[in-house]
T-cell receptor, first 114, second 111 residues
């Protein structure tokens, strides 16, 4: 299936741990994103990469570090997890020549920090 | 004050009703306006896209942008139970710039 996929789908972990979320898209898109959606459904961009280059880096704690090994993959590593990091994290990608308005989202990773 | 304001609802309507969903915004530099639909436990999907002011129609869906009032709307005609989802408005200043989302309106269409 052509899509944006994320692993894992669910992640339950304790405060202070380090975890990673992986994202892959096989749509041939150049730009990929990480979003955080809180319990009130508010979706906020965290990072954006274009052809492996970081182009958007919102005000996010430096405990969050994205990494793009190639333009089809964008991973998110989180150090020293805190309770406030509990949220759903969405990866997305967008095709070239659409200006980024057409974004394809993955299914989300539901992170719970206890 | 948030850049984009959207009534979170919930909004509940009977099947066949006309639904009106709205967002207001404060940043007059926004030029691109989108509506995304998000089903429960899924990622958002693009529903409609409009550049600058005006109307756009796609089947039962109509998107309107009024830049003078900083107000955008999504109308759903003949609403169906399958339209039950959260609708998120999104905006951007320029092509390639970040999207700013509203907090979403949860819609339920009752059969």
């Amino acid at each position: 299936d052509t899509a944006v996929s994320q692993t894992p789908k669910y992640l339950v972990t304790q405060m202070g741990n380090d975890k990673s979320i992986k994202c892959e898209q096989n749509l041939g898109h150049d730009t990929m994103y990480w979003y955080k959606q809180d319990s009130k459904k508010f979706l906020k961009i965290m990072f954006s990469y274009n052809n492996k280059e970081l182009i958007i880096n919102e005000t996010v704690p430096n405990r969050f570090s994205p990494k793009s090994p190639d333009k089809a993959h964008l991973n998110l590593h989180i150090n020293s997890l805190e309770l406030g990091d509990s949220a759903v994290y969405f990866c997305a990608s967008s095709p070239p020549r659409t200006g980024g308005y057409e974004q394809y989202f993955g299914p989300g990773t539901r992170l719970t920090v206890t | 004050q948030k850049e984009v304001e959207q009534d979170p609802g919930p909004l509940s309507v009977p099947e066949g009703a006309i639904v009106s969903l709205n967002c207001t915004y404060s940043n007059s530099a926004f030029q691109y306006f989108m509506w995304y639909r998000q089903y429960s436990r899924k990622g958002p999907e693009l529903l409609m896209y409009t550049y600058s002011s005006g109307n756009k129609e796609d089947g039962r869906f109509t998107a309107q942008v009024d830049k003078s009032s900083k107000y955008i709307s999504l109308f759903i005609r003949d609403s169906q139970p399958s339209d039950s989802a959260t609708y998120l408005c999104a905006m951007s200043v320029a092509s390639g710039s970040r999207l700013t989302f509203g907090e979403g309106t949860q819609l339920t269409v009752n059969p």
